[in-house]
């Protein structure tokens, strides 16, 4: 077994070490040979004869033996393809094309990950059965790196996200930036490298030195911005919404900044040169240094870098070769996917009681968390621009502030896994229910022109919407919802409260790292499977203290008395009938 | 740049060469450098202090010139770290520990893709948001692999799931056979490169000879066997069922079977060695020979084996390390995961007409896929076995064989996007509606017995179900399904057609290859969106013509044609009112 061969050719590997090395490695599998006798044959500045010739003496065959050199998939090796031989190749030797392998033969092969591994790893992963609803959440995995690497920060956390749709300045690209704590040069190695994820990294150079990943001390409602899981968030993003990728940044207490480039054609060139695939160089620079930007297509990346004095720490992930349609979606739809990105970080950006107006001036839930959006298009278009924690519309702030009174539980299962809760009242007021309806959900199918306020009339509150959203490590996960639990329920019979105001109730569930979810973090795995497995306790808190009384019977009452307290119905009573009147 | 050092370390790319070779690139950073002038320096043999001397001599530094050498994060090289340095590594020699950049430096990084890309690929695939349907789906890929294999076979295409749950013979192992065309060495090889898919692949050993792929010409509803298209899912399907695969193969025309292990425990040992992670070995041998077949919990291995000898050409998948709730879930449940794959492959095992018993004597249908599971358990357990055409309790069969009358359309988009579709009309017969019902989905929650038999009265027809099921090349994607087409909609205004009618009606999709599917074919990416482009136009296919004529009023004739025709509703007429019989 010639294991030590330098194989190049096999599987998509290429040629590592562009020595001019050639050699074969060649079993003897001959009917008559006893043993699996292999030998390395270097062909280097060989001829097909010569090789014959190295052949016969290797193996001492007698000038009129008949013998055939095959590959390992039988094809003989005649004089064409032999000049096709490339280094490493296992070869056999036999009696006649067909006889049967005498003894076994062990071929060294290489399986390298095809690059599309990175490439269209976030194509098929952001997807949605209408293909609209994708984008927002790919900007959320970079948001969720941004909100990682802040949430050290002990003054404001900056997260930025810039298109540059202005294509006099290049582009089109995506630039999100944030000011956390920012990546050394073996972290953004290790950022590139695929499912290498926070649990099984070495962060440091020096294996003496290589600290274990810790779990975070459990936070309120989860929000521990610890929003990372797979190792491969980032890259699916990017590759997501565009094709090449600058990550540049500089870690905190070193004057140096660091930048890498991944991209779809660097990736296509290697392998058309037969490069290591996965092999590329880290520019190390001092801040402001923008010598290497020459391209005129990258103008807009003169400003990002200059912006880089007098920062302590950042890291700018900026997207190039933007999918045109994502640029469309980004533009016309600017409001829309604001919101969503709004809603999915209500928590983060409102603090732990959300965006609740009404307690303005309670500041001790005060976050110090800013995501602001920014849309530069060609001049005189001027920029559209927000920060997350001005839109007053996402769904969560529709809920707390139509909410009159608030249930609030835990549920404790195995494995530290806690899911905290709560439950919103929203009452029927005059002449209509107050529980919100989303405009957007309305109308269905692709939305034709956002800007159309469409006010829907809201009849039956929840209708047969699920009850609560749910939110993993503090921000939402889209695509699960729960439905209700057990006590929670409309009770079958008739009860004590009336059975519209099982309609008027909205909620929350948020879960910590315990309950797993998908790749994308667009669906929770099986987060409604575990609440309802019969370890799993429920229990109400009240006034910070956890009530140990059924908690069924808790709702009951909370619901009863928010039905006594806060619905107002106004009744037409003595209705006669209809009457004409006459006079007029 | 000393990019042609040998790197070893960076990223998770571990020594490639085993030479004992260490060498360092060290660039001149001083500020009063010119030039970023990087140079070499072999320090395999050479300690701390040999390391100063020969770093001050290359750079021509004055024996009482202050320098620091340090990594590119920054961090002092003392002689503790020294040693700890690796081949490859950039260093960067400063005046100053804090001093900036005078000059950009590049530090070349190898960033292979984690083996968990492999390994965990498909963990997180497989879900449903129920943890439970997932299995199934897995078990698809490999069958979807098989089709695509046997799709040239002259004769019979059998395709053979065993389930090897009798531990006395080794195991657990799930054992995926089929009498394809086999795998050559080389295919073998790119089986095992993940993301590689049949667009861009090399099949053969050599370029000359590089066949592209063709893609097939089109066959009635799409049942073209060709089910692959990302490189992703026989490896993803493996490593979801289980730890470690072995698939053993024979490619048509060789004497030769390929043999080729890929394992968790394999890349976990490579890791620790710090080997190749990517790197293996494929052994070819005669067919039949156990000799490297030892160990005692792979007993089994011997009969498969065994039974190679004589075929003509095969693939067996091997997959064992079995996660233990899945041997769980595949005893308990196995009616339901197999009806669930009877299902899926519908129209490949029956023909393009489907389970149709009435139609049993026409033969031109006629499909030789044989597609069988069975269950070994220790004994005196008898296995249990199951050819899927003989399953006739799937969706599918249910919809065809409570069918009174199919209407068949095609609806044509851009580039070549074709679907084939057709409706369904289930008839009400005298006291109920023939609509069938889906037994299993009924009962909420995971089943508790399958055995028990609910029968559940269907008493509003289709009720809120969407009408189509979609195939993607012959085959179901479980999770995408079309609630109805504008023509096919129940009108707002009452019709010439009852209104009840339209829930009578139950659908099939038929998409080809120019639709997209997510990466485990559990969901079309954007089907109904194209489907409802303007551009795409929907006719009847009347007898094998396309008509001509508006789909909508030929729809509309179809649904009252059949409510005539079929449905045969027994009235109590003459109703009057309660009586009371007095007489008893
Ligand atoms: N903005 C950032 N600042 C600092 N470090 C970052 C930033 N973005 C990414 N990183 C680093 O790169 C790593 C890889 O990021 P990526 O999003 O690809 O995967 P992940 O966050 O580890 O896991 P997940 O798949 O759940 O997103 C992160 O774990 C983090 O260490
Ligand atoms: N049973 C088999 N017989 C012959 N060749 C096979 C078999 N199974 C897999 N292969 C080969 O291995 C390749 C890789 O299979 P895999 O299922 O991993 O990806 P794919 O089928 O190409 O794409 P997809 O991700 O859509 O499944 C196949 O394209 C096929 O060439
Ligand atoms: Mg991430
Ligand atoms: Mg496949």
Same mark, same amino acid.
């Given at each position: ?41 270097? /062909? ?99 948001? &969720? ?15 930025? /996200? ?119 160089? /880290? ?69 732990? &009681?959300? $965006? ?101 009339? $809201? ?17 939402? /996960? ?24 099982? $309609? ?81």
């Amino acid at each position: 077994m010639c294991d030590e061969t330098n194989m190049t050719e096999a599987g998509t590997e290429r040629d590592r070490s562009k020595k001019p090395s050639k050699s074969v490695c060649v079993y003897d599998c001959r009917p008559d040979s006893s043993d699996a006798l292999a030998r390395t044959l270097d /062909i280097a500045n060989v001829d097909y004869n010569g090789f014959l010739q190295a052949l016969k003496q290797l193996f001492s065959l007698s000038t009129n033996e008949t013998f055939v050199i095959s590959t390992t998939d039988r094809r003989e090796i005649d004089e064409e393809l032999y000049k096709e031989l490339v280094d490493g190749k296992t070869l056999h030797l036999l009696k006649s094309v067909n006889q049967e392998l005498s003894v076994a033969t062990q071929e060294r092969i290489e399986y390298l990950p095809h690059y599309h591994t990175l490439v269209q790893c976030g194509m098929y992963e952001y997807y949605a059965s209408e293909g609209q609803k994708a984008l927002p959440y790919a900007f959320a995995e970079l948001i &969720d790196n941004a909100l990682s690497a802040t949430a050290k920060n002990t003054g404001i956390r900056r997260i930025e /996200i810039r298109l540059l749709f202005d294509e006099s300045q290049g582009g089109p690209a995506v630039v999100v930036m944030d000011n956390g704590c920012g990546m050394t040069s073996k972290q953004l190695n290790n950022w590139a490298v695929y499912r290498l994820s926070k649990f099984i990294r070495e962060n440091d150079m020096f294996h003496s030195e290589k600290p274990g990943y810790e779990r975070p001390s459990p936070v309120p409602r989860s929000l521990n911005s610890d929003i990372s899981y797979f190792g491969v968030g980032g890259k699916q993003a990017v590759f997501y919404i565009g094709q090449s990728v600058r990550m540049i940044s500089k870690p905190a207490g070193s004057p140096d900044v660091h930048e890498f480039v991944m991209s779809k054609e660097d990736f296509e060139r290697k392998e058309l040169n037969r490069e290591d695939i996965y092999s590329g160089f /880290i520019r190390n620079r001092k801040p402001g240094d923008f010598s290497h930007v020459n391209v005129i297509e990258e103008q807009f990346l003169r400003s990002i870098v200059i912006e880089e004095d007098g920062k302590e720490s950042f890291t700018a992930v900026v997207i190039t070769g933007i999918q045109p349609e994502h640029v469309v979606y980004l533009k016309q739809y600017f409001s829309l996917w604001t919101r969503e990105l709004a809603h999915t970080y209500h928590y983060y950006i409102h603090g732990i &009681d959300g $965006n609740d107006k009404r307690k303005m001036r309670k500041t001790d839930h005060f976050s110090n968390i800013d995501i602001q959006i920014s849309l530069f298009e060609r001049s005189p278009r001027i920029p559209a621009l927000v920060n997350l924690r001005d839109v007053d519309n996402d769904m969560q702030t529709l809920y707390v502030s139509s909410s009159a009174s608030t249930f609030e539980f835990k549920a404790i299962g195995a494995r530290d896994s806690l899911v905290e809760g709560l439950i919103r009242y929203h009452p029927f007021l005059y002449d209509r229910e107050t529980y919100p309806v989303d405009p957007y959900a309305a109308s269905a199918g692709p939305l034709e022109d956002e800007d159309e306020d469409c006010v829907v009339l $809201n009849s039956e509150g929840r209708g047969k919407q699920p009850i609560f959203e749910c939110f993993w490590n503090g921000r939402l /996960i889209p695509y699960t919802s729960v439905s209700e639990f057990e006590w929670c329920k409309r009770p079958k019979k008739p009860g004590a409260v009336p059975s519209e105001c099982y $309609n008027r109730i909205s909620g929350v569930l948020f879960a910590n790292d315990r309950f797993q979810v998908s790749t994308n973090k667009l669906t929770f795995m099986d987060l409604e499977l575990q609440l309802r497995d019969k370890e799993t306790i429920f229990t109400r808190v009240h006034n910070g203290q956890e009530q140990r009384v059924k908690i069924e019977r808790e709702f009951t009452n909370w619901l009863k008395d928010c039905h006594e307290r806060f619905d107002k119905q106004v009744m037409f009573q003595g209705f006669q009938g209809l009457m004409t009147r006459e006079d007029v």
